[in-house]
C-alpha cells in the first residue's frame, strides 16, 4: 500500500509498474481503488495500471476544506507528476468518470485517451438529486443503517448483488459526518457538456444497461459530444458499477480499446 503526500492531501495509490501504456483508473462515489481488482488483475500484463484513492475515499483521508472535481483532477496530475508518467490513458467509473473529463479538459497533452464507464458530463437529476439529498441526511443525522446502505447499495452496486456486503461493511466503517464533504463535491460539481467538444482524445464509453443511476440517454449523449468517441459499449445486464458486476464484457472493451490506440 502506497502513500504521497501531494497538494496538502496524503493519497493513496497503487501502481503495478512496467513499461506498458499506462491507464489510470479513478473510482466512484463512495468506492476506492478495490473496485477495479478484476480489471487490474486482467491488464496488468500488457499496461501500467494506476489506481488511486481521491479526497475523502478509501485510505485517503481528505482535509477539511471544500473541494470540487477540478481539484480532484488536479490531485491525479499531481500523482502522475510523481509517478514519472507524463501522458496516459484515464479511465474512471461515475464520479471517477467526472474527474476523467475534467483531467481532458485541463491537461490534453496529458491525454491519451477517456474510457468513461457508467459516467457522464452534466450535473445531477432534480428529481434524483432531492432522493439524495434526503438519504444524506438520514446518513448524516442516524447514521448508516441497514436499510438506507442497502438502498445506497441497490443504486450504486446493483439490486441484490453479492459484492454489495462488503461495501456496505466499509459504509458503516466510515465517521457519517464525513459522508458531507464528498456528497457536496459530487452533488455540485458543474456541467461539461458544453465543453465536451474541446476534448480530442479518443474515448470509449461503457454502460450498463440496468444502470438506474444514470441514464443510458447520457452516456449517448457524452459520447456524442467527444468528438474521438469510438461508441457506446452497452454491458447487458450491468448495474451501475458494471466493471465490477460485468468484469469479462468490460474487460474486454477496455483491452480492445486500449489496443486501438
Same mark, same amino acid.
Given at each position: 500500500?502506497? *502513500?504521497?503526500? !501531494? +497538494?496538502?492531501?496524503?493519497?493513496?495509490?497503487?501502481? @503495478?509498474? &512496467?513499461?506498458? /501504456?499506462?491507464?489510470?483508473?479513478?473510482?466512484?462515489?463512495?468506492?476506492?481503488?478495490?473496485?477495479?481488482?478484476?480489471?487490474?488483475?486482467?491488464?496488468?500484463?500488457?499496461?501500467?495500471?494506476?489506481?488511486?484513492?481521491?479526497?475523502?475515499?478509501?485510505?485517503?483521508?481528505?482535509?477539511?476544506?471544500?473541494?470540487?472535481?477540478?481539484?480532484?483532477?488536479?490531485?491525479?496530475?499531481?500523482?502522475?507528476?510523481?509517478?514519472?508518467?507524463?501522458?496516459?490513458?484515464?479511465?474512471?467509473?461515475?464520479?471517477?468518470? *467526472?474527474?476523467? !473529463? +475534467?483531467?481532458?479538459?485541463?491537461?490534453?497533452?496529458? @491525454?491519451? &485517451?477517456?474510457? /468513461?464507464?457508467?459516467?457522464?458530463?452534466?450535473?445531477?437529476?432534480?428529481?434524483?438529486?432531492?432522493?439524495?439529498?434526503?438519504?444524506?441526511?438520514?446518513?448524516?443525522?442516524?447514521?448508516?443503517?441497514?436499510?438506507?446502505?442497502?438502498?445506497?447499495?441497490?443504486?450504486?452496486?446493483?439490486?441484490?448483488?453479492?459484492?454489495?456486503?462488503?461495501?456496505?461493511?466499509?459504509?458503516?466503517?466510515?465517521?457519517?459526518?464525513?459522508?458531507?464533504?464528498?456528497?457536496?463535491?459530487?452533488?455540485?460539481?458543474?456541467?461539461?457538456?458544453?465543453? !465536451?467538444?474541446?476534448?480530442?482524445?479518443?474515448?470509449?464509453?461503457?454502460? &450498463?444497461?440496468?444502470?438506474?443511476?444514470?441514464?443510458?440517454?447520457?452516456?449517448?449523449?457524452?459520447?456524442?459530444?467527444?468528438?474521438?468517441?469510438?461508441?457506446?459499449?452497452?454491458?447487458?445486464?450491468?448495474?451501475?458499477?458494471?466493471?465490477?458486476?460485468?468484469?469479462?464484457?468490460?474487460?474486454?472493451?477496455?483491452?480492445?480499446?486500449?489496443?486501438?490506440?
Amino acid at each position: 500500500m502506497a *502513500f504521497v503526500t !501531494l +497538494r496538502g492531501q496524503r493519497i493513496h495509490y497503487e501502481d @503495478t509498474g &512496467g513499461a506498458g /501504456l499506462s491507464l489510470v483508473l479513478s473510482h466512484g462515489f463512495l468506492y476506492d481503488t478495490s473496485m477495479f481488482d478484476a480489471q487490474v488483475r486482467q491488464l496488468r500484463p500488457r499496461h501500467r495500471v494506476i489506481t488511486w484513492d481521491q479526497r475523502g475515499h478509501g485510505s485517503t483521508v481528505a482535509t477539511s476544506d471544500t473541494f470540487t472535481y477540478w481539484d480532484s483532477a488536479d490531485d491525479l496530475a499531481a500523482l502522475l507528476d510523481h509517478l514519472g508518467v507524463k501522458r496516459a490513458v484515464l479511465g474512471g467509473m461515475s464520479q471517477g468518470g *467526472f474527474i476523467s !473529463l +475534467r483531467f481532458a479538459l485541463r491537461y490534453p497533452d496529458r @491525454t491519451a &485517451g477517456l474510457i /468513461l464507464i457508467d459516467s457522464q458530463a452534466g450535473t445531477e437529476d432534480p428529481e434524483k438529486a432531492q432522493q439524495y439529498d434526503l438519504m444524506h441526511d438520514v446518513w448524516v443525522g442516524t447514521g448508516p443503517t441497514d436499510q438506507l446502505t442497502e438502498m445506497v447499495a441497490a443504486i450504486i452496486v446493483g439490486n441484490n448483488r453479492p459484492e454489495s456486503a462488503a461495501w456496505i461493511a466499509k459504509w458503516k466503517a466510515r465517521e457519517p459526518q464525513s459522508l458531507t464533504q464528498i456528497y457536496r463535491a459530487l452533488m455540485d460539481r458543474d456541467d461539461v457538456t458544453p465543453r !465536451l467538444g474541446e476534448i480530442h482524445a479518443p474515448a470509449l464509453v461503457i454502460h &450498463g444497461t440496468e444502470d438506474v443511476a444514470i441514464d443510458m440517454a447520457l452516456a449517448d449523449r457524452l459520447c456524442a459530444g467527444l468528438s474521438g468517441c469510438k461508441g457506446v459499449v452497452r454491458i447487458a445486464g450491468g448495474s451501475h458499477s458494471s466493471n465490477m458486476t460485468n468484469p469479462e464484457q468490460v474487460n474486454k472493451a477496455i483491452e480492445e480499446f486500449l489496443a486501438s490506440i
